[in-house]
């Protein structure tokens, strides 16, 4: 493979002055909340925006949930049946209430989860999910540290009190990030109420979202309350407005409506998605061995985004790893190689595609064939 380092500068193309405020009057930047700790994250760079005590440890409440539902969908069919055990039905706290030996759907419980909060329902999932719950708590582990939250820790799949379960703000953003790339649960989190129906009885259960932002603010999205007397009131939270998505993270926020509409108005009023590289713009060019033509350009497989202040210039720098050469045939959009994009310390990855199909030179495959059958 060889590497090619391109360096580009973003030019100031509608703002009318350069920015203002560096990156450390940026960090100084003060919004009044009442959480103990807040995080607000555009989830597809990760860059932060704002965050006071993000990476401090916290009980996390029923925003636990998110991350049972992730691993659940991972690792189980939507269409897959779920029987109660009598061991589902003795969860304190918020509960759908379920029976010994009813049945419901995976799909049906994700909502009882994500909506009603179901401690019963996240017992439930992990017992059928991954046979014990001792075993699917391993796996939210496993998750965790495969999403890099360092400072997160699971001991129970619903997110009832425990010394040994906690997480960060920050960790927790992570998280939301992962699960909004779900469509089935990004789908479900939003969703304002949901009838599930147990297949042997028919008995029918209402489900409401208990996620007031949905209805207190149009640009929330998603995620997940969640309420202790350890943790206080939690709030994992996405909203959209135009071309921007952010996650808002408030722990033990006694106000948590408010203070993540607050995050909501600095973010979307004060950033905006800027593209760095077009989807479908042409990187490298490289030759082709033994194809109908010599050479064929790599492009751009998406987009290159990344969230910056209306008044911020901003450089970047582009590594290409692709091949010395391309041997035929070749299909359009077949990846060959990869683009990383360096910007602000933090690296975003694009998928390098060949522009157009190559077809093979029938006579050098047939050279080939002849060399192969003479050196036997």
């Known amino acids: 493979m060889k590497k090619l380092l391109v360096s580009l500068l973003v030019l100031a193309l509608t703002w009318p002055a350069p920015l203002a405020a560096s990156a450390q009057e940026e960090a100084e930047v003060h919004i009044e909340l009442s959480a103990a700790s807040a995080i607000l994250v555009e989830p597809f760079s990760g860059r932060v925006l704002y965050e006071k005590n993000a990476r401090q440890r916290r009980a996390i409440a029923s925003t636990t949930k998110i991350m049972t539902a992730l691993v659940a969908a991972e690792i189980s069919a939507p269409t897959e049946i779920l029987c109660v055990h009598a061991d589902c039905t003795k969860i304190e706290g918020t509960s759908l209430y379920l029976e010994e030996d009813e049945q419901l759907t995976m799909e049906d419980m994700l909502y009882g989860l994500l909506l009603r909060s179901g401690n019963d329902a996240a017992v439930a999932i992990a017992k059928h999910s991954a046979g014990d719950v001792r075993h699917f708590v391993s796996l939210m582990n496993r998750k965790a540290w495969e999403l890099g939250m360092a400072d997160t820790h699971f001991a129970n799949p619903h997110g009832l009190d425990d010394p040994e379960h906690f997480s960060t703000a920050y960790d927790m953003a992570l998280l939301a990030a992962a699960f909004m790339k779900v469509p089935m649960l990004r789908e479900m989190c939003r969703t304002d109420e949901y009838i599930s129906r147990e297949l042997t009885?028919?008995?029918?259960?209402?489900?409401?979202?208990?996620?007031?932002?949905?209805?207190?603010?149009?640009?929330?999205?998603?995620?997940?309350?969640?309420?202790?007397?350890?943790?206080?009131?939690?709030?994992?939270?996405?909203?959209?407005?135009?071309?921007?998505?952010?996650?808002?993270?408030?722990?033990?926020?006694?106000?948590?409506?408010?203070?993540?509409?607050?995050?909501?108005?600095?973010?979307?009023?004060?950033?905006?998605?800027?593209?760095?590289?077009?989807?479908?713009?042409?990187?490298?060019?490289?030759?082709?061995?033994?194809?109908?033509?010599?050479?064929?350009?790599?492009?751009?497989?998406?987009?290159?985004?990344?969230?910056?202040?209306?008044?911020?210039?901003?450089?970047?720098?582009?590594?290409?790893?692709?091949?010395?050469?391309?041997?035929?045939?070749?299909?359009?959009?077949?990846?060959?190689?990869?683009?990383?994009?360096?910007?602000?310390?933090?690296?975003?990855?694009?998928?390098?595609?060949?522009?157009?199909?190559?077809?093979?030179?029938?006579?050098?495959?047939?050279?080939?064939?002849?060399?192969?059958?003479?050196?036997?």
């Open 201 to 376: 009885t028919g008995r029918l259960r209402l489900f409401i979202n208990n996620n007031k932002l949905l209805a207190r603010d149009p640009r929330a999205i998603g995620i997940k309350i969640g309420w202790t007397e350890k943790a206080g009131r939690c709030l994992v939270a996405a909203g959209s407005m135009g071309n921007l998505e952010l996650i808002a993270v408030v722990l033990d926020a006694p106000d948590l409506y408010t203070d993540v509409s607050k995050l909501f108005d600095y973010g979307f009023s004060q950033y905006e998605v800027k593209e760095l590289i077009p989807q479908g713009k042409v990187l490298d060019i490289v030759p082709v061995a033994g194809g109908s033509a010599p050479r064929l350009a790599l492009c751009a497989a998406a987009s290159v985004v990344y969230p910056m202040h209306r008044r911020e210039d901003i450089s970047f720098s582009v590594e290409l790893e692709v091949p010395a050469a391309v041997e035929a045939p070749v299909r359009k959009g077949q990846v060959l190689g990869r683009g990383r994009v360096v910007v602000a310390g933090r690296e975003l990855e694009v998928p390098l595609v060949s522009a157009r199909a190559v077809p093979a030179n029938k006579w050098y495959r047939f050279i080939n064939w002849v060399k192969g059958w003479w050196r036997r």
